[in-house]
C-alpha cells in the first residue's frame, strides 16, 4: 500500500502536541529496537531519523500519513522516545521523558501502540513492564519483533516463543525494515484498529 507520509512537529512537552486531526499510532520500545526503521519501512520513505547509536530520540516526532486520492490525513504517527537507555537501570522506564506517561495516559486521538521487541534480544525486563503497563492501561495494541531478517526460520520461531511466553503474549508479529517481511500484515492491523475512527 502506498502512502504519503509528512512531518508534522516534534514536541518537548504536552502543550506542543499537535491538535488531533486523525487516529494516532503510536510508536513504543527500547532505544534502537528499530522504532524509526519500522516506520520508514511503513511508509516507504525515509521520513524519521534512525541511528546505530541509541538514546538519539528525545522528543516524540509526529507525521500525519495520507493515501493518494483522499482528501486529508488520515492517521497520525507518534515516534516516541525509546526507553531502557539511561545507565541507571533501575525503573528504568520511569525514567522516560516526564512527558511519555502524559501523553499514552491522557492523548485523545491515540488509537492504537505498536510495542516492538527485538526478535533476536532474551526477553528484558523494561520490556515486560512496557507491555505490563500497556495491558493495564486498556490501550489497544499490537507487539512487534524486529530486525526478523538477522534470525533464520528456525531461530526466529523459537525466538519468538520464548518471547511471546515471557511477555504473556499470544502473537508476535516478526518485522524486517530490512526485507519488509511484516509489513503488509501490520498496516492491515493498523487500518482494522482505526476503520471505525478515521475523519
Ligand atoms: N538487520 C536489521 N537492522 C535493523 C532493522 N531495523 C533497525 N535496524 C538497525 O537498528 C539500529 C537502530 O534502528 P532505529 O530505527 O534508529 O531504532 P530506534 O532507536 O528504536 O528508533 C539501526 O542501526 C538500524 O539500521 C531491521 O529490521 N533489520
Ligand atoms: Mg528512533
Not at 51 to 77: A, D, H, Q, V
Not at 135 to 160: H, M, W, Y
Amino acid at each position: 500500500m502506498r502512502v504519503i507520509a509528512k512531518f508534522v512537529t516534534s514536541a518537548t512537552e504536552v502543550r506542543q502536541f499537535p491538535d488531533a486531526s486523525a487516529p494516532e499510532v503510536a510508536f513504543l520500545g527500547r532505544s534502537n529496537v528499530g522504532k524509526s526503521s519500522l516506520l520508514n519501512s511503513l511508509v516507504g520513505e525515509k521520513i524519521a531519523r534512525t541511528s546505530s547509536t541509541p538514546g538519539r530520540t528525545r522528543m516524540i516526532n509526529f507525521f500525519e500519513i495520507r493515501r493518494p486520492g483522499k482528501p486529508g490525513p488520515e492517521l497520525l504517527f507518534a515516534d516516541l522516545p525509546g526507553y531502557g537507555y539511561a545507565k541507571a537501570s533501575r525503573a528504568e522506564i520511569s525514567e522516560w521523558p516526564k512527558f511519555i506517561e502524559p501523553y499514552l495516559h491522557e492523548r485523545a486521538p491515540l488509537a492504537l501502540c505498536i510495542s516492538l521487541i527485538d526478535a533476536h534480544v532474551p526477553p528484558q525486563e523494561n520490556d515486560k513492564q512496557m507491555i505490563e503497563w500497556l495491558r493495564q492501561s486498556g490501550r489497544p495494541f499490537v507487539t512487534i519483533a524486529t530486525k526478523a531478517d538477522r534470525l533464520s526460520g528456525n531461530e526466529l520461531r523459537n525466538s519468538l516463543r520464548r518471547l511471546e511466553e515471557a511477555h504473556g503474549i499470544e502473537h508476535l508479529l516478526p518485522y524486517s525494515a530490512r526485507t519488509g517481511a511484516g509489513r503488509d500484515d501490520l498496516w492491515r492491523h493498523i487500518w482494522e484498529k482505526v476503520a471505525h475512527l478515521r475523519p
